[in-house]
């Protein structure tokens, strides 16, 4: 049909329709959009790209000054049903990570040459659903399920997150009980005589907000881990290690202006894991980790704050291939204005090894950032920084850019410019 056929008239008409359409839509649905993101430029003295500085065996590493890559979290959610005290929540996120070294950098999803897209989330959660429990949250599908991090060196102590379902948030009248079953497959890589991956089950069970104290808390939690192996595992004698995992928790808020999370986990066999996951299909042998840890943030003066973490974890292995990590950091920063920063960062590593043939790890790492940020404060986001990072070490240390140091150098130093921000 040719234009000129429409009148005037009708094209005001439709326009209209189209534009009262549009918005009718739009106030149907508001769309929550949230994420996270980082990402610079780095060089390392002498030459090369930014390294980054991780101590052999140890977990984690501290941030500041420290990170190498282009990293964001981009996620889209809404209110998609509320009505009578009942909701469904619909969230998504998807993450990239590459190694920030060209203009162009295709999203690739197979992750070759440093570039990788994985789907993070996706799930509904229905809130008030169940009248019994009316506070209670019914949810299913992909869910980063209530991870518990120490922000400084990005060390997810307790993660189960993955495809899964629950219920949340249920009032026992002293705390709020959460059941949820996730699952994280393995590959047969890890068991090259079975031809199917593995199905590796959590069964995760956690009680929070456990008065203790005026303005403190506990939190308790257990998780069981198995593979639910198929009839041609099973002929195969694959046999991968079941998992416990305890975990104790307690945060004490307003701890001078700010908070203090203690925090004890025992966990067993396929349970034990760097990541405090019960990654239950691992080839982890049979033995003992016990963890123990204690971060949070305190405000020195009106103008200084600190973020502080203390590590203790020691992986006691039957087959001798066990390790005691210890780490601790601070990060003081000072504020000029509400907009205005300097920051310094301290932190240090020792990764010894069960088999005393083995070499221990040592690692101090300290950065210095200036820094424009959103508003006063440790988390204030987003935030601009110019940063200078010095290491020295004795032992093996990952580097992320080990083209940037020549082997055999015990000490290295990069600076940089770097946005993060999450919202």
Partial sequence: MRLSRFTPFTLSTLAAAVALGAS???????????????????????????????????????????????????????????????????????????????DFESLDSSGSDGNTIALRQMNVQATGVIEALPNATVWAGKRFYQRHDIHMNDFYYWDVSGPG???????????????????????????????????????????????TNPGGELEIGYDYGAANLTDAQEEA?????????????????DWFGGFNKFVVQYGKDGAIGGSGRSNTASTVPDGDMIRVIDHGQVNLSPNVDMLYATIYEDQDLDNGQGQTWTSAGIRPTYY???????????????????????????????????????????????????????????????????????????DGLTYGLQMEAWW
């Fill in 24 to 102: 009718a839509s739009a106030q149907a649905v508001d769309v929550d959009f949230h994420g996270y993101a980082r990402s610079g430029v780095g060089a390392t003295a002498g030459g090369g790209d930014q390294a980054c500085f991780q101590a052999a065996g140890a977990s984690a590493k501290y941030r500041l000054g420290n990170e190498c890559e282009t990293y964001a979290e981009l996620g889209l959610g809404s209110t998609l049903y509320e009505q009578d005290g009942k909701s469904f929540y619909f969230d998504s996120l998807v993450a990239y990570v590459n190694e920030q070294g060209n």
């Fill in 165 to 211: 379902g629950g219920i949340e948030n249920i009032d026992l009248g002293f705390g709020r009980l959460s059941v949820a079953w996730l699952r994280n497959s393995s590959t047969d890589e890890d068991f090259p005589d079975s031809d199917q991956n593995l199905a590796n089950d959590t069964l995760d069970i956690r009680v929070a907000g456990l008065k």
């Fill in 237 to 253: 004698d694959v046999d991968p290690e079941k998992g416990h995992l305890v975990t104790l928790e307690h945060v004490q808020g």
């Fill in 336 to 410: 000029w204005s509400d907009t205005m920063s300097t920051a310094m960062e301290l932190g240090y590593d020792h990764v010894d090894p069960q088999d005393s043939s083995q070499e221990t790890a040592d690692l101090t790492k300290i950065t210095f950032a200036q820094q424009w940020s959103a508003g006063r404060g440790a988390f204030a986001r987003p935030v601009v920084r110019a940063f200078v990072t010095y290491a020295s070490w004795d032992g093996d240390v990952y580097n992320a850019a080990s083209e940037s140091i020549d082997d055999g150098e015990d």
